[in-house]
């Protein structure tokens, strides 16, 4: 049974601390999406990889978040530092760019709260 | 840039019954797909049904179906024999099926449905 798995599935910090979401994708996915959802903004991405390539992270804040994929299996995203508004569940979700719809398999995410 | 907008932010539903979620949304492409994902307590964001805008049937999975009318850019779903399962936050999504573009899925503001005995 494939699915994306994410790690940690709930995490409390305080502000200025720095905070690492790892996530692995479905074996054989090669785009992985990261996005952000919050009562006020709801679901938005944040960024967007093709072959471990990235390919958009406008939606991103530049200043403390950035996304890797070190590799196939692997991707991250990290707030350094944290900030309250940071609060939001995060969702990696990945696909195949050759299938025909490429249908987006999102994991479990995980509850950030920065106090 | 594309929209996506669902009008109903509650809906409620009798076990056993059928209930209808609209979802319309605002492109100026021809060619993309449409998802409907389902978020329940649990937080997981589970694939309910997809559409190619390309295809005129409607796409169907057991339960769940959708009335896709393109002209009309809507994209409701009916959820048929209501099961305490089907409580959840509903999500209606876009796709672009543009080569080069980010594939990025833009979501609408969800529709909780609650399911009643």
């Known amino acids: 049974d494939a699915r994306v798995t994410q790690t940690p599935r709930d995490k409390v910090t305080e502000m200025g601390q720095e905070v690492t979401m790892r996530c692995q994708p479905i074996?054989?996915?090669?785009?992985v999406f990261w996005y952000r959802q919050t009562m006020m903004q709801g679901l938005e991405l944040l960024a967007y990889?093709?072959?471990?390539?990235?390919?958009?992270d406008s939606g991103m804040p530049k200043d403390r978040f950035s996304a890797e994929m070190p590799d196939a299996t692997l991707a991250t995203l990290k707030i350094q530092p944290s900030e309250p508004r940071d609060s939001a569940v995060y969702f990696c979700?990945?696909?195949?760019?050759?299938?025909?719809?490429?249908?987006?398999?999102f994991g479990p995410g995980t509850r950030l709260l920065v106090l | 840039a594309q929209t996506v907008t669902q009008s109903q932010p509650e809906m409620s539903v009798q076990e056993a019954e059928t209930v209808t979620l609209s979802c319309t949304y605002d492109?100026?492409?021809?060619?993309?797909?449409l998802f409907w994902y389902k978020q329940p307590p649990s937080r997981q964001m589970i694939l309910v049904i997809r559409?190619?805008?390309?295809?005129?049937q409607n796409a169907t999975e057991n339960r769940f179906s959708v009335n896709f009318q393109k002209a009309a850019k809507s994209f409701s779903l009916k959820i048929s024999d209501s099961q305490l399962g089907d409580a959840a936050m509903y999500f209606c999504?876009?796709?672009?099926?543009?080569?080069?573009?980010?594939?990025?899925?833009?979501f609408g503001t969800g529709t909780r449905l609650q399911v009643t005995l």
């Open positions: 999504a876009y796709r672009s099926a543009l080569s080069g573009t980010a594939s990025k899925l833009t």
């Open positions: 979700a990945s696909g195949h760019s050759g299938a025909l719809q490429e249908t987006q398999y």
């Open positions: 492109t100026s492409e021809s060619d993309y797909y």
């Open positions: 074996l054989g996915h090669n785009t």
């Open positions: 559409q190619e805008a390309y295809k005129q």
């Open positions: 990889f093709r072959n471990r390539a990235p390919l958009d």
